[in-house]
């Protein structure tokens, strides 16, 4: 038996796979025990724990421990004259219209970085040997001195030659085995200090609260005879096992939101859709990536509560447009529409925890597309009163009822939506009328026809049982391992038989890592160079095909360069004539799982929906719409309105559109002729 599970903001999904099928269960999270709230799923599911052979894991822990600051106390070692990197940071502003904007305070103060005697240049020549006969006592004075839980080594160069780094940690290990020493070199080897320093110290800050998290969680596993194995989600949408995990915790910030797209991917393939966009918009955020060919792009970008993190992360787009986003009124008058949320707890007014402010679910409660005897998540009753006192205050303050005011506030998210997918596609040289849209969470099919069209979309995929797309997604995702460097390669006559070597020495340095962890022997490689022309700062990613990768060419990556410097730029022919550079390798190695069933028919034991027609509120009017269970669509395009209802989630159907089921069990929306 093999069984996923994924917290979210607001829900623990499960995910069960085993001789007689799939099978789910949905819980409430419990934020303040993450680790309580897998183990309410696993006993919701009816699992004996002695009875699974494979778990897989995804969690917002390590995201958490960063955005509250409740990680270890750590210190920062790095080259002497570099103490203030983390202080000095890049010189941009993330909102550069606020006078009193001040960027979050780094991880490690100042106090607590301390300058090693060394210098590595950037082609890996000791310009001064470090001598730890002479400057390791010092380092393990102050450290001692200092009471700290975790050691950041992020010594300069280090990427082109670690000996510096590897021998300063192998000599505190020796001294101090109490004390957590993480490298730069072991998280990621690439340049630009900042954000290696930067990254070093997310991973080094997080590892001892997610080793923390998972050693109870193996606890609770032992304690109840399970004998299986336990993987972790990483961010870059593979996963890896959990004693894995511990070794680089960076890799874990955003585990949660790389399975749905993941469990997007596997389920929309199965109809055929290989370029999509996904759109997951659960209980507090909405997130959006643009997948090409079956691939979601992988991002070195990412940022965690403003800092850096050089690893590659699935290219996600986040913003606050969750179904517990707040609806309120700035200081200007304006109505807002997130990214405030009343949180799991406690949550939405219509949950009938205490919540008195309105909020996305309660405007779509209120507009009739949730309807009141609705059950979310097929259990949780829905207070209908409660979600409409919580509008009366500000819709008689604006003037409007409560049905004008919900639906308002509903077009507005939307509209934040639709800027953050042309963040990932029109920004990026994508025009998403190419692209299907495929929503999960709880939430997301309740917004996603408005969303295609405003994007002129005329597809829309929503996998059954959607709102548990994330933790099946842990069970559909590969094992991966990525490995990158820093060697800038220029594109002349023997570039080639370089790329070809550092290449081969970064696949065999990854598959001993897999074979280490017995990972299996059907294996697929991907390749991305980071590259530019020769003078310019920055560089793009270009991915490589299979064929270019294991034979490269220098024509062959040239021509990828300039197509991909077109696609972004429109220009790539008029530097043709320009030299071209590689800055960085990127490989990544994935074995895939076992075959993975559909979602398409589970969840529905007991569940029924009343048809007939409801009264919803939609595009400013009051309309009627046909309320039936959504497995009841077959395959006849059946125009809306219409009000869906599984067990996980509700897709709204509005007047325009039409939705048909097929033999994947997705529901497949359509735009309908004018």
């Known amino acids: 038996m093999k069984v996923g599970v994924e917290i979210g903001g607001t829900f623990t999904d499960l995910v069960r796979i085993d001789a007689r ?128 839980g975790a050691v950041a080594i992020c010594l300069l160069n280090s990427f082109a030659n670690p000996a510096h780094e590897h021998g300063l940690a192998a000599w505190l290990r020796a001294r101090m085995p109490e004390l957590r020493v993480t490298c730069s070199v072991d998280v990621t080897r690439e340049f630009r200090e900042y954000e290696r320093a930067s990254t070093t110290s997310l991973s080094a800050y997080v590892q001892p609260v997610l080793d923390a998290y998972l050693t109870r969680i193996e606890a609770r596993l032992a304690e109840g005879g399970f004998s299986g194995t336990f993987s972790m989600m990483q961010s870059n949408g593979g996963r ?113 925890r205490g919540g008195t402010q309105p909020t996305l679910t309660d405007a779509h409660l209120v507009c009739g597309r949730i309807q009141p005897d609705a059950k979310l998540a097929g259990a949780m009753p829905l207070d209908a009163a409660a979600a409409r006192a919580a509008f009366a205050p500000l819709a008689a303050e604006l003037g409007m009822s409560a049905e004008e005011l919900a639906d308002s506030a509903v077009r507005i998210a939307v509209a934040n939506i639709v800027s953050a997918i042309r963040l990932v596609s029109t920004r990026r040289g994508r025009d998403p009328r190419d692209y299907a849209l495929v929503p999960y969470g709880g939430a997301g099919p309740l917004h996603a026809a408005a969303v295609a069209e405003a994007l002129a979309m005329d597809t829309v995929v929503v996998p059954p049982n959607a709102g548990v797309i994330s933790a099946y997604g842990l069970l559909a995702a590969d094992h991966s391992l990525h ?107 994935h074995v895939p799982p076992e075959a993975v069933p559909s979602l398409a028919g589970i969840g529905g034991d007991g569940f029924s929906v009343p048809e007939g027609a409801v009264e919803v509120y939609d595009e400013g009017r009051p309309q009627r719409a046909f309320r039936m269970a959504r497995s009841a669509v077959g395959g006849v395009p059946r125009p809306g309105p219409l009000v869906l209802e599984d067990v996980t989630a509700t897709t709204f159907v509005p007047s325009g559109w039409t939705a048909t089921s097929d033999e994947a069990g997705n529901l497949i929306l359509r735009k309908a002729a004018p």
């Open 240 to 352: 890896v096992p959990a004693a894995a995990i511990r070794l680089n915790a960076g890799s874990a910030l955003l585990s949660g939101p790389a399975a749905g797209v993941t469990g997007a991917i596997r389920q929309a393939g199965l109809s055929g859709f290989r370029d999509i966009v996904t759109l997951d918009i659960g209980g507090t955020s909405a997130d959006v990536c643009l997948i090409q060919d079956g691939r979601p792009e992988l991002t070195r970008e990412a940022k965690v509560d403003t800092l850096p993190v050089l690893m590659p992360m699935v290219d996600i787009t986040t913003i606050g447009a969750g179904g517990g986003s707040l609806i309120w009124r700035d200081e200007g008058g304006l109505l807002r529409a997130g990214p405030r949320s009343a949180g799991a707890v406690p949550g939405p007014a219509c949950y009938g």
């Open 483 to 589: 490995d990158s460097l820093t060697r800038r390669t220029r594109l002349d006559e023997g570039a080639a038989e370089s790329v070809s070597l550092t290449l081969a020495t970064m696949r065999d340095g990854l598959a001993a890592r897999a074979d280490g962890m017995e990972l299996g022997p059907d294996r697929r490689w991907d390749v991305t160079l980071e590259m530019r022309f020769v003078g310019q700062a920055f560089e793009i990613p270009v991915p490589l095909t299979p064929a270019l990768a294991e034979a490269p060419t220098v024509e062959g990556l040239r021509t990828a360069f300039e197509e991909a410097y077109g696609r972004i730029y429109r220009h790539g022919a008029v530097m043709a004539g320009r030299m071209a550079e590689i800055v960085s390798y990127r490989v990544g190695l």
């Open 21 to 148: 099928g799939l099978s789910i269960a949905k819980v409430p999270s419990t934020p303040a025990q993450p680790d309580t709230g897998v183990f309410h799923a696993i006993e919701a599911g009816g699992i004996s724990l002695a009875d699974m052979t494979e778990l897989a894991h995804g969690s917002t822990v390590a995201t958490n421990a960063v955005l509250e600051r409740k990680g270890t106390r750590l210190a920062l070692l790095v080259t002497e004259g570099f103490r203030d990197l983390l202080e000095l940071r890049r010189q941009d502003r993330e909102r550069i219209f606020d006078i009193f904007y001040a960027k979050p305070a780094p991880l490690v103060a100042r106090r607590d970085a301390f300058e090693v005697p060394e210098r590595m240049l950037a082609d890996g020549t000791p310009e001064r040997v470090l001598e730890l006969e002479v400057a390791g006592p010092v380092i393990e004075a102050q450290l001692r001195e200092g009471g700290y």
